[in-house]
């Protein structure tokens, strides 16, 4: 879910940890402090995103671990094609979001105002992205009776999974029609279509997580694979 709010660090996260506590069992004006300090703290960062500052539970490092540092001036970090909008934007939004770096686009030429030093780590990261997403969209294209619409939506999912912008609870996924039955003429069997029978936003979601935490690529093209074997009429 994407909020206007700066997303917690694990500095921040600690530290609500422990007003929470007082909250809870504090004495005297401790819990009312406690609740004060937590509204004040919750009003400022966003806690319902995973903290990406850390490596996950497996253990695998964060795409984004590390100290990114701005320049004033903008150096070239990734290129792309003319069609390829939808890569390439997932990789500007990502380095801005999680790296604080802005970037611009000069025909086709992806641009940050970053160091040396950054610019290297920049270029490293735009690759591995771009590279995974080329390399999912196209076995998620290529699955029978899969539409435009739900590529469009499997990419949706992979950038919001891989920045943690999950949705909450009762929030409606992106706009899909999943496939529905048809029935044969003669003997009255009812039968699928060929095509998708899980939400690809879904299906995106997941697999958009791995790639920011650096999971080998052919491990996740082996999971969209299973995920989806089982969906397909």
Same mark, same amino acid.
């Given at each position: 879910m994407k909020t206007n709010l700066t997303a917690a660090n694990a500095k921040a996260r600690a530290l609500l940890k422990k007003l929470e506590a007082l909250a809870? =069992? &504090? *004495?005297?004006?401790? =819990?009312?402090?406690a609740q004060h300090k937590i509204a004040r703290l919750k009003a400022r960062l966003d806690f319902?995103? /995973?903290?990406f500052s850390q490596p996950d539970e497996t253990g695998l490092p964060n795409l984004f671990s590390g100290k990114f540092k701005r320049s004033g001036k903008a150096r070239h970090i990734y290129s792309f094609r003319a069609d390829d909008f939808e890569v390439a934007n997932s990789v500007k939004w990502a380095i801005e979001s999680a790296a604080k770096i802005p970037c +611009?686009? =000069?025909? @086709?030429?992806?641009?940050?105002?970053?160091? /040396?030093? $950054?610019v290297r780590q920049l270029t490293e990261i735009s690759s591995y992205i771009a590279g995974s997403f080329h390399a999912l969209i196209?076995?998620? @294209?290529?699955? %029978?009776?899969?539409?435009?619409?739900?590529?469009?939506?499997? +990419?949706?999912?992979?950038? %919001? &999974?891989?920045? @943690?912008? $999950?949705?909450?609870? &009762?929030? =409606? !996924?992106?706009?899909?029609? /999943? +496939?529905?039955?048809?029935?044969? $003429?003669?003997?009255?069997?009812v039968a699928s279509a060929a095509g998708l029978h899980v939400h690809?936003? #879904?299906?995106? !979601?997941?697999? @958009?997580?791995?790639i920011r935490f650096s999971v080998p690529l052919e491990q *996740? #093209?082996?999971?969209?694979?299973?995920?989806t074997r089982k969906q397909i009429a």
């Open positions: 809870e =069992r &504090g *004495i005297d004006g401790e =819990r009312l402090a319902n995103q /995973p903290d +611009v686009f =000069r025909q @086709g030429d992806l641009l940050a105002e970053a160091a /040396p030093a $950054t196209e076995k998620f @294209g290529a699955i %029978d009776g899969v539409s435009a619409s739900e590529r469009n939506v499997f +990419v949706m999912g992979l950038y %919001d &999974g891989m920045m @943690g912008e $999950t949705r909450k609870a &009762g929030q =409606r !996924l992106p706009g899909w029609s /999943p +496939v529905k039955k048809v029935r044969k $003429t003669k003997q009255g069997a690809p936003y #879904t299906v995106g !979601l997941g697999l @958009g997580r791995q *996740i #093209t082996a999971e969209l694979a299973e995920a």
